[in-house]
């Protein structure tokens, strides 16, 4: 699966297409929240490589098609369309899998922690093209779910082809606890801060709207109590923080307080 190769009985192989994918993730899902022995068989497998070999996977779809399509700019230009929403639906359920994975499993909690934190899958993120206008929020989700560990199916509020960049009739609904298919969000603990590490890395990439809804989002669980408190520090989120001096004519004085919290 790591290759997106697959191995048939008489030894053949071939290569998973991305519906087989996301059904692989999804399959992978249900297994992982069955029990925890197959979490930890996951884990000891270094099954969350996968974050890193699917990302990887994306740069060589994107390479494929340049190829292909290099004489043709509006085709090339469809397809780009077509593959990024193919890409979010396969990046979405294999999320979902490593929340399904790590959650209330310590051990796997600090492998996720070692990818998370490699400049490695910063960048692979980064390079995906998944982090624009008509995936952040998307992508945004998925990263705080992994970090609250909010168990949730890979089908749910998944509906890729909805990924739109015009603003929803309710913009403040983006991160509230709907979203997250809770009735409240104010006692969720960070478990997984890493992942909100690669947000704030990721921050200037984001809508002004979207990075003061998410900053404000952060602020809210930090202020949930000293478990979450102590979990953002201990990834270095002060350093974070104190790398953003934009945050001084962007924000409100109540976020400024938040972020300078971190520093001193």
């Given at each position: 699966?790591?290759?997106?190769?697959?191995?048939?009985?008489?030894?053949?192989?071939?290569?998973?297409?991305?519906?087989?994918?996301?059904?692989?993730?999804?399959?992978?899902?249900?297994?992982?929240?069955?029990?925890?022995?197959?979490?930890?068989?996951?884990?000891?497998?270094?099954?969350?490589?996968?974050?890193?070999?699917?990302?990887?996977?994306?740069?060589?779809?994107?390479?494929?098609?340049?190829?292909?399509?290099?004489?043709?700019?509006?085709?090339?230009?469809?397809?780009?369309?077509?593959?990024?929403?193919?890409?979010?639906?396969?990046?979405?359920?294999?999320?979902?899998?490593?929340?399904?994975?790590?959650?209330?499993?310590?051990?796997?909690?600090?492998?996720?922690?070692?990818?998370?934190?490699?400049?490695?899958?910063?960048?692979?993120?980064?390079?995906?093209?998944?982090?624009?206008?008509?995936?952040?929020?998307?992508?945004?989700l998925l990263?705080?779910?992994?970090?609250?560990?909010?168990?949730?199916?890979?089908?749910?509020?998944?509906?890729?082809?909805?990924?739109?960049?015009?603003?929803?009739?309710?913009?403040?609904?983006?991160?509230?606890?709907?979203?997250f298919g809770?009735?409240?969000?104010?006692?969720?603990?960070?478990?997984?801060?890493?992942?909100?590490?690669?947000?704030?890395?990721?921050?200037?990439?984001?809508?002004?709207?979207?990075?003061?809804?998410?900053?404000?989002?952060?602020?809210?669980?930090?202020?949930?109590?000293?478990?979450?408190?102590?979990?953002?520090?201990?990834?270095?989120?002060?350093?974070?923080?104190?790398?953003?001096?934009?945050?001084?004519?962007?924000?409100?004085?109540?976020?400024?307080?938040?972020?300078?919290?971190?520093?001193?």
């Amino acid at each position: 699966m790591k290759s997106g190769m697959v191995s048939t009985s008489s030894g053949s192989q071939f290569k998973l297409d991305n519906d087989a994918k996301s059904d692989t993730f999804g399959a992978l899902w249900r297994i992982l929240g069955a029990n925890s022995s197959a979490q930890r068989i996951f884990g000891e497998a270094t099954g969350f490589s996968l974050l890193l070999t699917t990302l990887h996977s994306f740069q060589n779809d994107s390479e494929n098609e340049e190829t292909e399509s290099s004489l043709h700019t509006h085709m090339k230009i469809e397809e780009t369309e077509s593959s990024l929403h193919t890409h979010m639906k396969i990046f979405g359920f294999l999320l979902r899998a490593m929340t399904a994975a790590v959650c209330n499993n310590f051990v796997n909690r600090i492998k996720l922690h070692t990818i998370l934190s490699s400049n490695t899958f910063y960048d692979l993120v980064s390079e995906s093209g998944l982090l624009c206008v008509d995936c952040e929020k998307q992508v945004i989700l998925l990263l705080l779910e992994l970090a609250l560990e909010i168990v949730l199916p890979p089908t749910s509020n998944l509906q890729v082809e909805c990924i739109s960049s015009e603003t929803s009739e309710d913009e403040s609904s983006f991160l509230s606890a709907a979203s997250f298919g809770l009735s409240r969000l104010d006692k969720e603990r960070v478990y997984n801060a890493s992942a909100v590490v690669v947000l704030i890395r990721s921050l200037l990439v984001f809508t002004p709207k979207v990075q003061l809804e998410l900053l404000r989002f952060i602020e809210k669980l930090a202020n949930a109590g000293p478990f979450n408190q102590e979990n953002l520090t201990s990834v270095g989120m002060c350093k974070k923080y104190s790398g953003y001096p934009f945050l001084l004519t962007h924000f409100d004085k109540d976020t400024l307080y938040f972020c300078y919290s971190f520093i001193t």
